[in-house]
């Protein structure tokens, strides 16, 4: 155990307090340690009938230092030879107008130093927190680790271990189920401290590869049950990553960042005065649920969306041809679309996949030349641009900017420009992938993606990627250090896209939602949701993803079908709701009747874009086990914030059985009461009691829509 534990310094932030705290180790050295509190409850800690080492706030391991002892070399590299050497030196607080920044600077005797950034951005709920490392040595090294972030002493507000009172949360993700909410006790886990407190126990997760959200969110949230207390973060980061919950002794200590050399087949050269910075991580603590902590993370995006283009501010509508199409755009087509849907209230119409492709082959392996089709587009895609803007929409264009498919001209011409593995072209079923640090390559995509948006005017973009690079590539000191240089240069690439093209809208796809971690969604306005497209499961993925991005940017989509139902069609309209509305589907063979329904749903959608934009989500109702065969029922109550503040939209949707005749939805404090709007396929009966919002219905399969105001 530490000799001397004492507090370095104490930083309040909104509501949260951020807490340094210094100890002499066994060693004699001096280790700094971080942990985050709800500023009310400082005078509850009960730190001192704990027993527990400080951990050090920065996570790193060198090659040829020790590993971690306690039996956890192969499942942590935590608190190496490389941490314990690493002492405190100083620390640094600068002041500005907007940002607090507080930098801690530890150094290692053999000439190498870290840094510990921590910014807050006034009134934000959030901190945001890198780490730096630099060599100032004379000879070459290499790591094997270094975290983002780390926070400790969980929970300080219990003396002892604290049995049965820590809960792990998770968000778990996979193709067209994203964000489904995984909670574990920190004893399943086998997260308890050994009758010796002598071995050491680690849950390291994460996900590898150039798909950030394929498994997991980068996301991990520990809760205090008896105190309500939660701690998170959220990272920001393209390429290869990892969370851990760590223990040894009776706190509980969570860190995350790149994916190590274990995890993530990464080592990383500096030589002698070179430095490598860490992504970024967001962290919060509160007092709520993990709808509250949630929300905290999440909002931290705001800041780069009042940098959107005027359009966005209003959250407009969308019209996406490819559930309409199926891949196949033409000038023909999408001037019946356009005919169909002229006047209906769409802002975007957006040329999907397919429009580059050869006669007779998929689109799907067709990417990469990026020549307009003759065929599909014989007087050139001014005139379908042109065709769009006359009746007053924005164009967009589908490109998937970084993969190559097989049936391209590029895909065989320029292989030593793809990434490599093992010496040979990196290659899945249908596609390989851009060197995207390759400097031919920035001019080549420049040309086909940034000259085709400004030779046609395009002034929205959809990127999509689908496919992944996996544990990395061939180029670098390690297959995952050549991948995050990759992913890297990827995002400046998407940079430079806003830069050559100033004002343009970018919407984040990847497999619909593979994507959704905090460094692209800061770049583009909004992302594809989910690949769910036409499946029952879309309000259950959608309110899940409200606890991983801002709704504003959730672009969620509204198939409608010619042979679909009333019912179904308000059932689709009603998910849109949950984010942003975008339609696709058999637009120029509906009835009146249906497009009655659609229309009433944009009317509404309209009323309800400011608390969309700008609020507080809380999802209630029945757990939802299997998100294929539903059953029950779910409601999501948004109450607005800022702008919005006064108003409050609640969805509704019934599934397969299993719900109440009336469903009862207790509003939180505060929240407004009288009913301004309802939405539904028929009048439905909705009513507000005592501050309860009931509704009541017999339907499988229905949902409905109430926006309160005040």
């Known amino acids: 155990m530490d000799k001397e534990k004492k507090i370095l310094s104490k930083f309040k932030f909104g509501d949260m307090l951020c807490v340094y705290e210094l100890a002499v180790s066994e060693d004699g050295k001096q280790i700094v340690g971080f942990m985050m509190i709800p500023a009310s409850m400082e005078q509850e800690l009960r ?60 150094k290692d005797e053999r000439g190498y130093e870290a840094a510990h950034r921590l910014t807050w951005y006034a009134e934000e709920d959030s901190v945001e927190i890198s780490t730096l490392y630099w060599n100032c040595s004379t000879e070459k090294i290499t790591l094997e680790m270094l975290s983002s972030f780390t926070l400790g002493d969980l929970t300080p507000f219990e003396e002892g271990d604290a049995p049965d009172t820590m809960l792990l949360h998770r968000l778990r993700s996979k193709w067209s189920h994203e964000g489904r909410l995984h909670t574990e006790t920190i004893e399943d886990l086998q997260l308890e401290p050994s009758w010796s407190y002598c071995s050491v126990s680690s849950e390291r997760y994460g996900q590898l590869g150039s798909m950030p959200v394929k498994k997991f969110f980068p996301f991990i949230a520990v809760e205090d049950q008896k105190r309500q207390v939660l701690w998170g973060a959220q990272l920001a980061h393209e390429a290869s990553w990892q969370m851990e919950a760590y223990r040894q002794d009776d706190c509980l200590h969570i860190s995350g960042g790149i994916a190590d050399r274990e995890f993530g087949h990464w080592m990383k050269e500096l030589g002698p005065g070179e430095q490598i910075e860490t992504p970024k991580a967001i962290v919060s603590v509160c007092q709520g649920d993990i709808d509250t902590l949630c929300h905290r993370l999440t909002e931290a995006g705001q800041k780069y969306l009042e940098e959107a283009p005027e359009s966005e501010q209003s959250l407009p509508i969308l019209f996406n041809e490819y559930c309409t199409t199926w891949g196949n755009p033409s000038h023909e087509n ?111 995509l420049t040309e086909r993606v940034i000259g085709t948006l400004k030779r046609y005017g395009f002034s929205y973009m959809k990127m999509d990627y689908n496919d992944t690079i996996g544990i990395g590539c061939d180029g670098a000191e390690s297959l995952g250090e050549k991948l995050r240089q990759n992913m890297r240069a990827s995002v400046e690439f998407v940079k430079k896209v806003k830069k050559e093209i100033p004002g343009i809208i970018l919407e984040n796809c990847s497999s619909g939602g593979h994507k959704l971690e905090p460094l692209m969604m800061s770049l583009c306005s909004m992302a594809s949701f989910s690949d769910a497209h036409e499946t029952e499961t879309i309000p259950v993925v959608a309110a899940n993803l409200h606890r991983a991005i801002l709704p504003r940017q959730s672009q969620i989509w509204a198939v409608i079908r010619k042979t679909d139902s009333l019912k179904r069609i308000g059932y689709s309209m009603a998910n849109t709701f949950l984010g942003r509305m975008c339609l696709s589907g058999d637009v120029t063979e509906l009835t009146k009747a249906q497009w009655d329904v659609i229309e009433r749903a944009i009317a509404f959608y309209r009323l309800a874009a400011p608390v969309i934009k700008n609020g507080f989500s809380h999802r209630v109702g029945t757990p939802i086990t299997s998100e294929r065969h539903l059953k029950g029922w779910q409601g999501v109550v948004r109450t607005g914030e800022g702008d919005a503040e006064g108003l409050a939209l609640v969805v509704i949707h019934c599934f397969h059985g299993g719900y109440p005749e009336e469903i009862s939805i207790p509003l939180p404090a505060g929240c407004p009461a009288n009913i301004a709007s309802v939405y539904s396929d028929t009048s439905v009966t909705v009513r507000v009691e005592d501050g309860v919002l009931k509704y009541r219905t017999s339907e499988d399969m229905k949902a409905a829509a109430v926006l309160l105001e005040v």
């Open 47 to 106: 730190l001192e009938g704990k027993r527990y080492r400080v951990n050090n706030l920065i996570q790193v391991k060198l090659a040829g230092d020790a590993y971690p002892f306690a039996y956890g070399h192969g499942s942590s590299m935590r608190n190496s030879d490389s941490v314990r050497v690493l002492e405190y030196d100083r620390q640094e607080v600068r002041l500005g107008a907007n940002k607090t920044v507080v930098t801690t600077w530890l």
């Open 334 to 444: 999408i001037c019946r679309i356009l005919d169909a849907i002229d006047g209906k209230g769409f802002d975007y119409f957006v040329i999907d996949c397919g429009w580059f492709k050869e006669e007779g082959i998929p689109w799907d392996i067709s990417m990469g030349d990026y020549a307009v089709s003759p065929v599909l587009f014989p007087d050139g895609m001014e005139q379908t641009v042109k065709a769009i803007r006359d009746k007053g929409m924005k164009a967009g264009i589908w490109f998937e900017i970084d993969n190559v498919g097989k049936a391209a001209k590029a895909y065989e011409a320029h292989k030593e420009h793809m990434l490599h593995r093992d010496g040979t072209v990196l290659t899945t079923q249908s596609r390989r992938f851009w060197d995207m640090t390759d400097p031919w390559v920035e001019a080549y």
